[in-house]
């Protein structure tokens, strides 16, 4: 068996049959809500931020809509991959199939049905065909690339990984224009170099359960000195690199001023990150990092939904 290969689990034992108690709920939850809610709002911004007015709001509604299984798509196959780990870490140990909840094979099945028909669907709701292609890589790349072979390789999972998570403000900018511009692509560069810093302070904050799960999270391969380091350098890269936008047709003033601010508070926290001298200093950030890129996206929602743009 190799690192990158999901040992064999059972909730119940070897010789047990495999029965499903699970409720709508759980197959709710192997969607991942909280991570299809942010990938639903920074696609509806790409849409929003897209130049021109939206020319059809049930069509573009149901490419959202495609997005979004997508996205509950990667977070079921993500969960029958992983369910062997899941199952050692404090915090995902509940989920529906390392509970038992769910069968293995059953949320693969769900997952793998649902990724065809978001595709499908995309494909079908939007203006040609590269939203769907960029929507079948994107699953592809989370599930593949970043669960099968990152995550239990490399320190740099969420580094490479993280592309998945980002590609959401193109794949919605695509879906209402067929093209996917220089500036779509800024809104993909801020969530990609967000992503390390806000996840690398979860890990110093959950280093135990990574180890006992043999995930090679950066502090536990490189140590947390090195990581507040990294946390440090890639928030110095975010913060100037979150302005850009307000360069482009896809933001302005608003957006401009909630980037600085933020940006300036975001480093002031990963600085008392990277000193250590604080042990709520990874939480602070971690915390933060999400109200910061909540904030980035909703001030280009108000400034094209309010007339502020321009």
Known sequence: MTASEPRSYSPAGPAAPVVSLATPGDYLQLLKPRVMSLVIFTALVGMVAAPGPVGNWPLALLSLLAIAVGAGASGALNMWWDADIDA???????????????????????????????????ALSGVGYLAAALLAFTIFFYVVVYSMGLKRSTPQNIVIGGLAGALPPAVGWAAVTGEAPLAAWLLVAVIFFWTPPHFWALSL???????????????????????????????????????????????????????????????????????????????????????YLFGL?????????????G
């Open 205 to 291: 904050l959950k280093s135990a359960d990574y180890e006992a799960a043999g995930i090679p999270m950066m502090p536990n391969v490189r140590g947390a000195e090195h990581t507040r380091k990294l946390i440090w350098w890639y928030s110095l890269l975010l913060a100037p690199l979150a302005v850009l936008p307000a360069l482009t047709q896809a933001a302005s003033w608003l957006y401009a001023a909630t980037a600085v601010l933020g940006g300036a508070e975001f480093l002031r926290r990963a600085w008392h990150v990277r000193k250590g001298g604080r042990d709520s200093a990874p939480g602070s950030l971690f915390g933060f990092s999400i109200l």
């Open 297 to 309: 996206f909703a001030a280009l929602l108000i400034e094209h939904w309010a007339g502020l743009h």
């Open 88 to 122: 050692v870490m404090e915090r995902t140990k509940g989920r529906p199939i390392p509970s038992g909840r769910v069968p293995r094979a059953e949320a693969a099945a769900f997952g793998g049905l649902l990724s065809l028909l978001s595709v499908w669907l995309l």
